[in-house]
C-alpha cells in the first residue's frame, strides 16, 4: 500500500468516529499526478447527492506531461461504495455536527486509488488545546526515555 497523502488537519479538527475505504473515480492524467504525489485533501469534504457519494475540494495538481487538456484540479469526483454503505452514511450524516472528511488517499497492490474516508464530528477549542497538551506529554516523556537509554 503506497500512501500518496494524509489529512493531518482531520485529526485536529475533528473526533474521528469511523473509517472507510472508498473507491474514486478518475481520468488518467490525474492517476498520474497521484502516482507523483501532487494531492490535497485539506479543504476536502464528502457528500451524498441523489444516492451518491462525491468527493469535493480535494485538489489534485494537473500532471505536468500530459498531452491532452488538462482537468480541473478541484472538480468533483464520485466515490464508489456499496450502496448499504451509502445507506447507513445517509442516516449518520442526518445527525447534527456530523460530516464525512477525507483522511488518507493511498494506492492498494492492484494500482487501484483509494480513499479512507471518515465519520467526523467538529472538536471544541478545549478539546483542541487538551489534544495539544497530551501530544506534547507524550513527546516529552518519548525523549526523556531516548535520552536515559
Same mark, same amino acid.
Given at each position: 500500500?503506497?500512501?500518496?497523502?494524509?489529512?493531518? /488537519?482531520?485529526?485536529?479538527? &475533528?473526533?474521528?468516529? /469511523?473509517?472507510?475505504? !472508498?473507491?474514486?473515480?478518475?481520468? #488518467?492524467?490525474?492517476?498520474?499526478?497521484?502516482?507523483?504525489?501532487?494531492?490535497?485533501?485539506?479543504? #476536502? &469534504?464528502?457528500?451524498?447527492?441523489?444516492?451518491?457519494?462525491?468527493?469535493?475540494?480535494?485538489?489534485?495538481?494537473?500532471?505536468?506531461?500530459?498531452?491532452?487538456?488538462?482537468?480541473?484540479?478541484?472538480?468533483?469526483? /464520485?466515490?464508489?461504495?456499496?450502496?448499504?454503505?451509502?445507506?447507513?452514511?445517509?442516516?449518520?450524516?442526518?445527525?447534527?455536527?456530523? !460530516?464525512?472528511?477525507?483522511?488518507?488517499? &493511498?494506492?492498494?497492490?492492484?494500482?487501484?486509488?483509494?480513499?479512507?474516508?471518515?465519520?467526523?464530528?467538529?472538536?471544541?477549542?478545549?478539546? /483542541?488545546?487538551?489534544?495539544?497538551?497530551?501530544?506534547?506529554?507524550?513527546?516529552?516523556?518519548?525523549? !526523556?526515555?531516548?535520552?536515559?537509554?
Amino acid at each position: 500500500m503506497k500512501i500518496v497523502c494524509n489529512n493531518k /488537519k482531520a485529526f485536529h479538527d &475533528y473526533h474521528i468516529d /469511523k473509517t472507510m475505504e !472508498a473507491g474514486i473515480i478518475l481520468n #488518467g492524467a490525474e492517476v498520474k499526478s497521484l502516482r507523483a504525489g501532487k494531492a490535497n485533501l485539506q479543504d #476536502g &469534504y464528502a457528500g451524498i447527492k441523489n444516492g451518491e457519494v462525491y468527493l469535493y475540494n480535494m485538489h489534485i495538481s494537473p500532471y505536468t506531461f500530459c498531452t491532452t487538456s488538462a482537468a480541473d484540479p478541484l472538480r468533483v469526483r /464520485k466515490l464508489l461504495l456499496h450502496r448499504q454503505e451509502i445507506r447507513k452514511l445517509i442516516g449518520k450524516l442526518n445527525e447534527k455536527g456530523v !460530516a464525512l472528511i477525507p483522511l488518507k488517499i &493511498y494506492f492498494i497492490d492492484k494500482g487501484k486509488a483509494k480513499v479512507e474516508l471518515g465519520l467526523a464530528r467538529g472538536k471544541k477549542l478545549h478539546d /483542541k488545546r487538551e489534544a495539544l497538551k497530551e501530544h506534547q506529554a507524550t513527546r516529552e516523556m518519548q525523549r !526523556a526515555l531516548r535520552h536515559n537509554e
